[in-house]
């Protein structure tokens, strides 16, 4: 009942017994309260708790007393640490040697990892300074070219300039 009336109370209805309203009945069904204004929903009747086996705790092993499920197959390469936990045959001094040994080729890695970076970053000093360069000489080609289109321009402009005055020279009051 406790399971129903919890839901009831989220939904917004308040069950209500007789015993809550002072009259008494042998088995009283709950009333139903409507808190808001909608449809009346039916009365909701006490259910009978839900039968339950109970089962022996001898019957279902812990699950870690349990094995593991048959579709799950362990691969002993999968993970070196693990053997080396498992395995009380191996001597502590190679297990020692076996993780300094993996230690050293880690540093090793990290030194090679290391002279990879710094000559990326020494090619990309050497690529900045080469574009940079090449910038500075397209400015200069360009500032080159400009003053040679003004030249040009001013050349081109005192060719019309000259023939115009010849003509006005020749030219006679009759022509007018």
């Known amino acids: ?27 009283p069904p709950p009333h139903v309260h409507v808190l808001e204004d909608e449809e009346p929903i039916a009365p909701v009747l006490p259910a009978s708790p839900p039968l339950v086996a109970v089962e022996s705790p001898n019957q279902h092993p812990l699950p870690s007393e349990g ?32 993780l300094a040994q993996e230690h050293r080729d880690a540093n090793a890695r990290h030194a090679e990892l290391h002279s990879l970076v710094n000559r990326m970053d020494t090619d990309i000093t050497l690529l ?29 402009e005192e060719e019309e300039e000259v023939p115009a005055e010849d003509a006005d020279s020749n030219s006679t009051i009759d022509d007018a």
């Open 1 to 27: 009942m406790t399971g129903e009336f919890s839901m009831l109370w989220k939904i917004g209805i308040k069950a209500i017994g007789y015993s809550e309203l002072d009259m008494a009945a042998p088995s």
């Open 67 to 98: 094995s593991k499920p048959d579709d799950y197959e362990e691969d002993p390469e999968e993970d070196p640490k693990e053997d080396l936990e498992e395995d009380p045959k191996q001597d502590p001094d190679e297990e020692i040697e076996q």
């Open 128 to 156: 900045t300074a080469r574009v940079q360069e090449e910038e500075h000489r397209a400015e200069i080609a360009e500032g080159r070219l400009i003053e040679l289109e003004v030249l040009v321009t001013s050349e081109f």
